[in-house]
């Protein structure tokens, strides 16, 4: 299967542990040998671009969008005229990320009393033994579900497993917020998502943007980052034959 990188099956007692570690989707990697353009694949503005191979086809400066070529397959000199070349180029852009959100200044929340209860069930093999079998006494709750198996020693498990429920009861408040609260509650939330799209590239300016709506705020967060851009883009043959007779 593709979209497995490995596996691994360890059979410990009674029980058989498996580990699956998900495959990347990789870029198709295209031969040295091939003749390719370095296209966009993001929108952005040029802020360095060296092309070591082939031939640059913008600047600094230039608004790219996803698909415009960058650096050109091909190299033209006086004395031996066009060539095609496996492009390779250093090009790094700015690019931005954005995410927009919205809330209410009066929301309703769910708030922990501290009361709660717990509810135990032995499962061996396929059997179950409720050992607690009347329903939460609370009117809201949240439930926290864990699961133990049991073991005689450090890695031998026995068919026999331990589920508790644990009920934490809640009960929903109003509440209010000002307008700076309401903001820095949002701007958490979208800069949260922001940070794990991005992951460790380095931001160069946050920008946000506020606008009333009817009993709330709208947020916007926008995250201006400096990054390598440009992916490689196979030359077909067609092409090539085509612009060679031209």
């Not at 640059?56 to 608004?63: I, P, R, S, T, Y």
């Amino acid at each position: 299967r593709n979209d497995i990188a490995w596996m691994s099956i360890n059979i410990s007692g009674t029980n058989a542990i498996v580990k699956i570690v998900e495959n990347t989707q990789k870029p198709e990697i295209i031969d040295k040998k091939d003749f390719c353009n370095i296209v966009s694949d993001k929108i952005g503005v040029i802020t360095k671009i060296n092309a070591k191979n082939g031939t640059a086809l913008v600047k600094e400066g230039d608004l790219v969008k996803n698909g415009t070529i960058l650096v050109g397959g091909w190299m033209e000199g006086k004395y031996t005229g066009k060539r095609y070349v496996h492009s390779d180029a250093e090009i790094e852009a700015r690019v931005w990320y954005s995410k927009k959100d919205s809330e209410a200044y009066i929301q309703e929340e769910n708030v922990k009393t501290g009361n709660f209860e717990k509810k135990y069930i032995v499962k061996i093999n396929n059997f179950k033994i409720n050992l607690y079998k009347r329903l939460p006494k609370f009117e809201k709750y949240d439930t926290i579900n864990e699961s133990k198996k049991l073991k005689l020693f450090s890695n031998f498990y026995l068919p026999i497993e331990l589920e508790i429920f644990e009920y934490q009861e809640v009960n929903t408040i109003k509440r209010e917020y000002t307008n700076q609260e309401l903001k820095e509650k949002i701007i958490s939330k979208l800069e949260n998502e922001l940070n794990n799209e991005i992951g460790s590239k380095n931001i160069e300016n946050i920008q946000i943007n506020e606008k009333d709506i009817d009993g709330g705020l709208e947020i916007e967060v926008i995250y201006e980052v400096i990054e390598k851009i440009g992916i490689n883009q196979k030359i077909e043959e067609e092409h090539q034959e085509l612009t060679s007779n031209e």
